[in-house]
């Protein structure tokens, strides 16, 4: 990247940082926000670059990948994505060979998602890399940082569940 372009990045990033923590000084939702929307931008660049693929296809196959079969409602439920995105992406994963989709009488009327050969193998790769890029973030934490950070957002999580919107 030319000299020129990287002190613009860098300085759009120094700008979103500064604007993300003078609103989090007053609102911890902003910055949780912030750092999921920045989380998110990262990894779907990442994954659509070098993968193919987009954070919703990421969801689904590493949900796919710990459960072996779903029908699209319960994967969906699972990924916690949106019904129909589930099924738009399963779509494109199918057409890849990583998914396939089979229509189940024994389940009722529903089709039933699961990981192909190439698909789990897929699956493997994406683990790792997944692996490769939390170890990256969160190198500057300790383990037990990182454990009690994962205990704070299950309990934001159940409290967002219980949230009282209308006030």
Known sequence: MPAAKKREVEQASNDRARTAGTLAR?????????IGMRLN????????????IGAVEWRLI???????????????????????????SLAILEERGLVSVEQTRSRG?????????????????????????????????????KERLRDLLHQLARSLEKADWEH
Do not use: Q
Request: aromatic share 8%; charged share 30%.
């Open 26 to 34: 007053e609102h911890l939702a902003v910055l949780v926000s912030t």
């Open 41 to 52: 931008r990262g990894a779907t660049a990442y994954y659509r670059s070098v993968w193919n």
């Open 109 to 145: 009327r529903a089709a039933i998602a699961k990981l192909t050969a190439e698909g789990r193998k897929f699956a493997v790769k994406l683990t790792e890399v997944s692996r490769e890029r939390d170890a990256r973030l969160f190198r500057e934490f300790t383990p037990s940082d």
């Open 62 to 88: 590493m949900t796919l990948k710990s459960i072996s079969s779903l029908n699209v409602s319960e994967l969906s439920d699972a990924a916690d994505i949106d019904k129909a995105a589930a099924s738009r």
